[in-house]
Every structure is written in C-alpha cells, then in structure tokens.
C-alpha cells in the first residue's frame, strides 16, 4: 500500500509560480514513476509530468520549459516537486499527485495510487 499527501496550490495570478509536493509513504519501494496529473472542470484528467527513479522525467507538451518536476532526493520515489512557472489561467485545475506501483503477486501487477487531490487557481 501507498499513501500520498499532497501540498502547495492556491491562489496565483497569471504570470506567477507555485510549488506543489507530494509525499509518499507505505510500500515506496515499489514505486516507479511518480508524478502529476491534473482534471480541469469538465476536462479528462491528463499527465502533466512524472519522474522515474533514474530521474528521466516524461512531460506534457503543454508543459514543456514551464513545469519542472523533481524527485526531492535522487534516485529515492518517496517525495516529488512540481515547480511551475509562467502560469496561465488554463492551467487552473485540480492536481492529483499519481504513483504507480508495481508488485509481484504470483504476477506482475501495476497499481496506480492517487492523492486527494490540490486545487489552484490562476487568474487573469
């Protein structure tokens, strides 16, 4: 098992940067990649960017030269950082922190975990 805990978002007008972080605890050992998904009102929920444990990290197009992620220590899935920047009123959404599991139980299975969830907001 897995838990995370999210922090960071709020309140940010256009142009501005935030942080946001994700701690996890449990089974971590298991964990790879680890990363941030975000669901706009009314949208899907999408990748915004996730990291492995080699630290190679996968980004969203949309993110690209904006967004940043970073395990807090290298090589070590217990803890991500999202650091965005340049933010635009489209990025306003709910960000879920996203860990995948993978764990032998007579098979392989790959189990996503998620987080509660943050909410922030960017205005204009």
């Known amino acids: 098992q897995v838990q995370l805990v999210e922090s960071g978002g709020g309140l940010v007008q256009a142009g501005g940067s935030l942080s946001l972080s994700c701690a996890a605890s449990g089974t971590i050992f298991t964990i790879n990649p680890m990363g941030w998904y975000r669901q706009a009102r009314g949208n899907q929920r999408e990748l915004v960017a996730d990291v492995d444990a080699h630290g190679m990290t996968n980004d969203a197009e949309s993110v690209k030269g904006r967004f940043t992620i970073t395990p807090a220590t290298a090589n070590t899935m217990n803890r991500v950082l999202l650091k965005v920047n340049s933010l635009k009123p489209e990025n306003t959404a709910v960000y879920y922190c996203?860990?995948?599991?993978?764990?032998?139980?007579?098979?392989?299975?790959?189990?996503?975990?998620w987080g509660q969830g943050t909410q922030f907001t960017v205005s204009s």
């Open positions: 996203n860990a995948k599991s993978t764990i032998y139980d007579g098979e392989w299975k790959s189990i996503d975990y």
